[in-house]
């Protein structure tokens, strides 16, 4: 490990209130063709438990998938919060214009599945998702469904290999500053390989550690390879709080 970092994850495991939030897919665990294998990297997994569990530590495992899916593949205890579908998860009692506007959503999105051979849809609370890894003509299964985000005027968000259409606001970055509040965190460590996980790092202070996982342009201090090194990352961390 980059020995600046395991310096500043020796400095923030001091600190009184420890946010610790991380992103699942490519992060926690690693990425696979499809994304109903995804299973969480057990190590890396087992310390973020492990530190759930260490008092004045806030543990979060925040997604862009659905929660109760979130909830499946990682099987994390309760002292594991869970934040689904980049934080913008409809409550239970949405307003009926937006469920309308997600079900028009779903609906269109459906259609470019079906015209676009390999690709996946995943409906979720707030949207759906168009993943298109396996698509036979990538480039246009990513057109299709960018023109349908453009038309119906959602929100958009691309990622590797899929793209996202959502009704409502907020993303991770709103998500992760909300919790800081609540919990009174004094400090935060993030974690995240996506782009949308840029919006949590940029608001990112002195004193926290934010990790990219993987290449591609960060906010991010701090740069680690694949889950093996989110799994370092985190054993580090909860070694260092536990002494
Ligand atoms: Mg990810």
Redesign the pocket.
């Known amino acids: 490990m980059d020995p600046a970092l395991r310096t500043a994850l020796e400095r923030v495991a001091q600190t009184s209130e420890l946010l610790v939030a991380a992103?699942?897919?490519?992060?926690l665990s690693p990425l696979v063709p499809d994304p109903a294998e995804a299973k969480p990297h057990a190590r890396a997994l087992a310390a973020l438990v492990r530190l759930s569990q260490m008092s004045g530590v806030h543990a979060v495992i925040i997604?862009?998938r659905e929660r109760s899916v979130l909830a499946e593949l990682t099987d994390a205890p309760d002292s594991i919060m869970l934040i689904g579908t980049h934080g913008t998860e409809t409550s239970e009692d949405a307003d009926p214009d937006q469920a309308a506007r997600v079900r028009e959503l779903v609906a269109a999105l459906q259609e470019v599945a079906a015209n676009h051979e390999g690709t996946l849809l995943e409906p979720k609370p707030s949207g759906a998702s168009l993943h298109y890894r396996q698509a036979t003509d990538q480039p246009a299964a990513s057109a299709a469904a960018q023109a349908v985000g453009h038309r119906l005027g959602v929100r958009m968000i691309l990622?590797?290999e899929v793209v996202e259409l959502l009704v409502g606001d907020g993303d991770k970055g709103t998500a992760i500053a909300d919790r800081r509040r609540r919990v009174g965190a004094t400090a935060v460590v993030f974690l995240?390989?996506?782009t949308t996980?840029e919006d949590v790092l940029r608001t990112l202070v002195a004193g926290d550690v934010g990790v990219k996982v993987g290449e591609g342009a960060t906010a991010a201090e701090f740069r680690v390879d694949d889950p093996d090194g989110v799994a370092d990352v985190l054993e580090a961390l909860a070694g260092a709080r536990s002494n």
């Open positions: 992103d699942f897919d490519g992060t997604s862009g990622g590797k995240g390989d996506d996980d």
